[in-house]
């Protein structure tokens, strides 16, 4: 039980105070009293009536068997065994047992009387054995000397510190020794008769006398508890025991009874009760805490295995869907085919685009999304997604922006800000089959300590899209963010976009929390970090036309899977570019030392042996201005470095255009 640590610095102070209290009581008790632990019944405590029982002996630690070996075959083993297995109380009055009471010393018989107590824990198991008795040897022995002299009985039961005893045959009591006169504040010579019953509790009294009267018409011994009043009108508990004296022809020829206090043992036997509940339950407590402790250490295992095994697939998804993309753009500006060829070429690009999509929602969900967060301004942002989220929820539906005056910048990569609120969008409307309204809000907001966000201490904007749809109950809610996980049905959902929402904000160093009900709608909070950069326009580049080129310079293109390759050299080469491949950085930084002058760099990241950054790290040493372009299908745990400018994987022409235009 010592083992056991309260929570929390107090609750730990009170427990020890308290443990150390009861270890006090206990070993300031009349009586003796030990526990035993386990099977083999492993001493824990034992106090100092008990080391005087049994003689100067190391009990603490060692099993009753190998401590006490001198008392071997007198039963007393096989009861603790019986008492453990079985979980009954045992109990036996002045029970005789031959011991060595110092180290080597000759066998001595002792009479005690003895109980067995199981302690049982909250589970209902047996875990030890709580043993309390007295040493009534002296006792015994006076019995002994009564039988032959009833006077020597009477002065020695004078001396002792018990209340002794004795009546006649038909139970009258004849005499009390003075412990029990000065105790219970009568006038020695009297109690006698019946007159003992009025020291007794009130409430115990019937009880005590009809007990009395059974055991005179039986003969059986008389064994009892009850409350006696003391002089000062207090009630303590005592063992009352008395037994007949039979001459040798087996009549009764009186009865001798001794009182024993034990209200401390008792009074201590509940305090170890409550106190053993108390430390059980916090104990309890603590497992269950423990418990969902694994279970979300385990969950967040899980998540981070599913983010490693769905980043690496995205991954290998975007290589392949990068000359799927290329060629089908080509195609479609080139005007390759007739009519109906150039819809199926632009069926299959729409659907390498839902491709597309679908893989940066698995990045999403996954964090590896490769991000460019700068400062967005969130009212220009929505303004401009206004006309695309009423066409997308429908008419049915009302939508109404809220955005605070205030609202500084915030910290995001605004294409994956706009995915994420129109997949939002999309939800409320699927939510609200009959109509409703969808409300997109944004306040300047300060997380404290304890928020429900769980984020750290600071200021955010919180984004939220709520809608007045069916809500969700408690059990829906706890796992929406789970990937693949859809209350929409088979085949009307994929069960990623909450999970893209979620890795989205929580890569950007914010945090999502849901707030719904069954009936009450559902709203979404989006907590973005503030950012203190200046918010910069954008510049909206036109699509590149197929139109014939001059010749723009040479151009390194390095990317180790050939199919990429191939599709983004033919990218470079309708750009006007003259296009060298390498499929490696090594053969890249070989070509370089052989002398090729080439004006730009388009180089992967992730490769064998050196990447993408490396490379760009070599060659930047000798030629530092030179226009390098990062191709990535995700951010590794390296990252990206912001000086780097980078394409995200799959793109079409334009796209390379783009962010070609855009190094110069």
Known sequence: MDSITPTGPD??????????????????APGFICIQNGPDHVYQFANEAYRRLVGQRELIGRSVRDAMPDIYGQGFYERLDDVYATGERFRADAVAVSMA???????????V??????????????????????????????????????????????????????SRPDGH???FNGRTYAYTGYEPGTLYGDEWAQTVHPDDRARAVAAWSHAVDTGEPYRIQFRIRRADGIYRS???RA???????????????????????????????????????????????????????RQSQKMEAMGQLTGGVAHDFNNLLTPIIGSLDMLVRRGVGTERERRLIDGALQSADRAKTLVQRLLAFARRQPLQAVPVDLRVLIDGMAALIGSTVGPSIEVRVDLAADLPPVSADANQLEMAILNLGVNARDAMPDGGTLTIAATRESVKAGHRSGLKLGHYVRLSVADTGSGMDEATRA???????????????????????HGLVAQLGGGLTIISEPGGGTEVELWLPISFGLVEDGEIVTPIACEPVVSRGCVLLVDDEELVRLATADMLSDLGYDVVEAKSAEQALSLIADGLVFGLMVTDHLMPGMNGVELARHVRVERPTLPILIVSGYAEAEGIASDLPRLTKPFRTAELALRIAALA
Not at 13 to 26: D, G, L, M, P
Not at 135 to 148: I, L, P
Not at 252 to 275: F, N, Q, S
Request: proline share 4%; glycine share 8%.
């Open 11 to 28: 609750a730990e102070s009170r427990a020890v105070a308290a443990r150390e209290r009861h270890w006090h009581q206990f070993e300031q």
């Open 101 to 111: 009471r110092t180290p080597g010393g000759p066998l001595e018989e002792r009479f």
């Open 113 to 166: 009387d003895l109980v067995y107590e199981p302690v049982i824990d909250d589970n209902g198991r047996i875990v030890g054995v709580f043993t309390q008795g007295h040493d009534v040897t002296e006792a015994v022995h006076a019995q002994r000397r009564v039988r032959t002299s009833d006077e020597r009985f009477r002065v020695f039961a004078q001396c002792m510190p018990s209340h002794v005893w004795s």
């Open 173 to 175: 009591i004849e005499w």
């Open 238 to 240: 005592f063992l009352v």
């Open 243 to 297: 037994d007949p004296v039979r001459n040798a022809d087996g009549c009764i020829e009186h009865w001798v009874g001794i009182d024993t206090d034990v209200d401390d043992e008792k009074r201590l036997g509940a305090e170890l009760v409550t106190l053993n509940a108390t430390l059980e339950q916090q104990v309890a407590d603590r497992t269950r805490e423990l418990m969902k402790s694994e279970a979300a250490l």
């Open 479 to 501: 796992r929406a963010v789970e990937p693949f996980f859809s209350t929409k049905g088979i085949g009307k959902g994929t069960g990623l976009g909450l999970s893209m929402v």
